[in-house]
């Protein structure tokens, strides 16, 4: 797989994610990481106990379904998903790259909880839906639904891993399979976790083609590559990789793009370029000021109420601490752009985390502050600051150290920084900072970049400053 289509699909998938689209299809393998078993591990016991041997076996379900016939019941199958289920894992990077996102739909065939409980801690409000009945009962002011199409531990009676299940599911589940329908024509999905030895991977494809028809949108699948290590003859291997080319073609018919990967720890590498690149249209506006000397008052205001309407104008988002001289001006930049639309949304063009004033315990205070700011700055990809200056013990105006913590906050984030030298003040000795040693900063596009980075510095009108901050976001849109 090329680094071209690769582009192609996280740039696909931040679109939709952007438009509000996006959905997750997760399998065994987005959890296998966290410590639960995948397939061949939750059937050995079970396999073993009517004498198969599970390394022999590639059809699970059935396997499954024998157990069920010769014990007349599925009580050790019952007993088995609560003892490899209920113990207690932890979230994984590649869970909390999801639920930092504006995923809103998520299905999945896991019994697991790590999906609901990775966006509880991502401050989200899941809405789970395990059977039939959930579906008709709709969580208030919900962040995100859940679709645990083949059950949940907490019902292991209920879960569908028999060939009975399967085969009964257009009956027992026909409302999961219509909501499926609807989210598949609507939404763009990203399959992760899932195999091509995955034996809920056919059935749910089968399902898909019938439900779909022609009616066919495009998704992704993450897959990982066949690798010559886990094969001891050469021509094992090479059989092995011409049947994948084979499969990943064969997902076209599903309206789904095989995504190959070479390994399993590229998805969060992918996973985190999906979230960077998404994040990268939001921008946090850093900066306070209670002089803008030596720029006129009105200049600067018009200076920062400009920058944001720009900002806006162009498709960024913008997130904002309603710093004192700055933040107001900010919000009506937004404001105006989004009059002139025709609309007074605001959701998912701006962002403020205006700070907590009643905290006196200055300790206390400063803990509450950092906080909101890293919580601001998870929200975007870039930082922009500008003046920075606040007032001192005198009165007299000091460099703001709240508005060099965030420069900080976004570095250790991965966010890219864009002091505005121009402005003066904090903002200014941030832009010589980043001069020092750009490339640090900006490892990519370097030479490029460096030039327009350092134009910031120099003192200009507003509209001229603005133009150059535009034509240095133009030019870091084209490095990643």
Request: proline share 3%; net charge positive.
């Amino acid at each position: 797989m090329t680094q071209s289509s690769i582009d192609s699909f996280i740039n696909s998938y931040v679109q939709a994610l952007s438009d509000q689209n996006a959905a997750i299809f997760a399998g065994a393998g987005l959890s296998i990481p966290a410590g639960m078993v995948n397939w061949k591990e939750l059937m050995c016991e079970i396999a073993n106990d009517i004498g198969l041997d599970v390394s022999r076996e590639d059809d699970l379900v059935a396997v499954a379904q024998y157990h069920y016939n010769e014990r007349g019941g599925r009580h050790k199958i019952n007993q088995a998903l609560i003892s490899r289920f209920s113990s207690k894992a932890s979230s994984t990077i590649n869970h909390s790259i999801l639920a930092s996102l504006p995923i809103r739909t998520f299905w999945t065939t896991n019994y697991d909880t790590l999906i609901e409980d990775s966006l509880r801690l991502a401050k989200k409000k899941p809405d789970v839906k395990i059977t039939v009945q959930n579906l008709a009962i709709t969580l208030p002011r919900r962040d995100a639904v859940i679709y645990k199409m083949h059950g949940d531990i907490s019902q292991p009676d209920q879960a569908v891993i028999l060939k009975d299940d399967y085969e009964a599911y257009s009956l027992n589940r026909q409302m999961f399979s219509t909501a499926l329908q609807g989210d598949l024509v609507s939404k763009t999905f990203l399959f992760l976790g899932f195999s091509f030895n995955d034996p809920n991977l056919s059935h749910i494809l089968s399902r898909i083609r019938i439900l779909l028809g022609e009616n066919k949108r495009e998704h992704y699948c993450l897959l990982r590559k066949i690798n010559r290590k886990d094969f001891n003859k050469t021509k094992d291997f090479e059989y092995a990789c011409a049947k994948q080319e084979l499969q990943v073609r064969d997902l076209r018919r599903y309206g789904i793009s095989g995504i190959l990967v070479n390994d399993y720890s590229e998805y969060t590498k992918i996973l985190n370029q999906i979230s960077l690149r998404y994040k990268r249209n939001r921008v946090f506006i850093s900066g306070s000021a209670i002089t803008y000397h030596p720029w006129k008052d009105n200049s600067a205001q018009d200076f920062i109420h400009d920058l944001a309407d720009k900002l806006i104008r162009v498709g960024f988002g913008i997130v904002s601490g309603f710093g004192l001289g700055v933040g107001s001006f900010v919000l009506n930049g937004v404001l105006h752009k989004l009059a002139e639309e025709g609309t007074q949304l605001l959701d998912d063009r701006l962002v403020l985390r205006p700070f907590p004033q009643e905290v006196k315990n200055s300790v206390q205070r400063a803990q509450a502050w950092k906080l909101y700011r890293q919580d601001m700055i998870s929200h975007a990809g870039i930082s922009i600051f500008i003046f920075g200056n606040k007032h001192g013990h005198n009165n007299e105006a000091i460099l703001a150290d709240g508005v060099e913590e965030e420069f900080n906050l976004s570095v250790e984030a991965g966010l890219a920084v864009v002091p505005i030298g121009a402005t003066g003040y904090k903002a200014a000795e941030l832009h010589k900072k980043v001069m020092k040693n750009f490339k640090k900063y900006y490892p990519k596009n370097t030479k490029k970049l460096e030039p327009l980075f350092r134009a910031l510095g120099q003192e200009e009108s507003g509209p001229v400053v603005i133009k150059r901050v535009m034509m240095f976001l133009d030019k870091l849109k084209e490095s990643h």
